[in-house]
């Protein structure tokens, strides 16, 4: 986001987050929240909710770890 020098919010950073992981740039999806807490923005639910297939993943996994 400071690249790209937008304003930092919340809504900027979760698309941020969901064009990252549509463009399979995972790490960097998974970079952002850290960024944003940097930025002193605080992600919410969208903002950890912007890449589904990460979801869906972890949910799969979860089933292995119980």
């Known amino acids: 986001m400071r ?9 900027s950073y979760s698309s941020g987050i969901s064009a990252c992981a549509n463009g399979e740039q995972r790490q960097r999806a998974l970079s ?21 297939q990460w979801q869906r993943a972890l949910s799969l996994l979860s089933g292995v770890w119980e």
């Open 3 to 11: 690249e790209a020098k937008a304003e930092p919010s919340v809504i």
């Open 32 to 52: 952002l929240p850290s960024e944003m807490r940097e930025a002193k923005v605080e992600p919410d639910a969208i903002s950890y909710s912007s890449d589904e």
